[in-house]
């Protein structure tokens, strides 16, 4: 038995004592339609629809255990893909996911989809419309990716703000190894204010073939909200990346006035070899919100050491 099913097995014995099943409740449908016009650097004007979401979010509670599940289809491209017939439009199954929560035993997690590392910390910062970590933009220069398969995540009960979580990541399943990532946060919310500490390591067998050594990232986000402005600062750390060592410091704010926000933002890239160049992304967003379904936004990417393409967006978001 592999530790993926020990620590589920165990899991699942501690929250399945019999209970009785509340009333049942309908989940609710949820979607995100993102169309943009798009002028990006040597290349031609694009007008198209970036990105279609439609998912199903819903809870079931009983006695013991409040069940929280999430099914998401996407439609888009994936330009984190290593081919260019990988990057064409098509659809991908985003999110397919259960979480058990108990006040008193905490809350496990099991399924595919957005890593609790991108939730917990990397939302913080990535809070631009277009230029962000998801795949169809994979514009930032932060290392972390967003989506993971194969997931069980354990988290502790909250305490005086502080949680802690535990997380294991399988993708691979053919490469004589039971877990290829795992993962260990720790989280403080009080109030306005949030810092969060992460250390995620891949197994070598999961990089590339010539990798002898574990790829190791730590990260440490804050953040912080007074009324209209937000503040969030990230730093990344990369060990034996098989990209390359490095160093990602972000950061992002915001101020919303009535209908109007205006967002800012910086990542700087510290190469740990003098050999690769440094990279540095300023971002600035304004958008519009008719009402709470439909913004309309211009954003605004520019990479200083020109190591990617710049970008100006304009750019539409309808959500339900």
């Not at 877990?179 to 197994?203: C, E, M, P, Q, W």
């Not at 050594?213 to 986000?221: G, I, M, T």
């Not at 750390?237 to 109007?260: E, F, H, I, M, R």
């Not at 954003?299 to 339900?320: P, T, V, W």
Request: contains cysteine; proline residues 2%; aromatic residues 14%.
């Amino acid at each position: 038995m592999d530790v993926k099913t020990k620590v589920l097995y165990c899991a699942m014995a501690v929250l399945s004592t019999p209970a009785l099943a509340s009333e049942f409740v309908p989940p609710s449908v949820y979607g995100y339609v993102l169309g943009q016009i798009k002028w990006e650097d040597n290349k031609d004007y694009q007008s198209e629809i970036q990105s279609v979401q439609l998912g199903l979010l819903g809870h079931h509670r009983t006695d013991l255990v409040r069940v929280r599940y999430n099914i998401e289809a996407e439609y888009g491209r994936d330009l984190t893909a290593k081919t260019e017939q990988d990057r064409d439009f098509d659809i991908r199954l985003s999110e397919a996911n259960l979480i058990l929560l108990n006040h008193s035993l905490g809350s496990l997690y099991f399924g595919n989809g957005t890593v609790g590392t991108y939730k917990d910390l990397y939302s913080k910062v990535d809070i631009f419309d277009n230029n962000n970590m998801k795949r169809w933009s994979g514009s930032t220069l932060y290392r972390q990716g967003v989506y993971g398969t194969n997931q069980i995540a354990y988290g502790t009960p909250i305490w005086n703000g502080l949680q802690f979580k535990g997380a294991i990541i399988s993708p691979n399943d053919s490469n004589g190894n039971n877990v290829d990532v795992y993962g260990l946060r720790l989280i403080y919310n009080k109030g306005n204010f949030n810092a969060t500490l992460n250390r995620a390591s891949t197994h070598h067998k999961q990089l590339p073939a010539n990798a002898t050594e574990d790829y190791v990232r730590y990260a440490f986000v804050s953040s912080f909200q007074l009324k209209d402005f937000y503040l969030a600062g990230l730093v990344e750390l990369n060990q034996d990346d098989p990209a390359g060592d490095s160093n990602v410091y972000g950061l992002s704010t915001k101020y919303q006035l009535n209908n109007v926000t205006f967002k800012l933002g910086a990542q700087f890239k510290d190469y740990d070899d003098a050999s690769q160049n440094n990279e540095t992304l300023y971002l600035a967003n304004a958008s519009y919100a008719f009402d709470k379904h439909f913004t309309t936004f211009v954003e605004l990417a520019e990479y200083a050491e020109d190591s990617k393409n710049d970008r100006i967006n304009i750019g539409l978001n309808f959500h339900f």
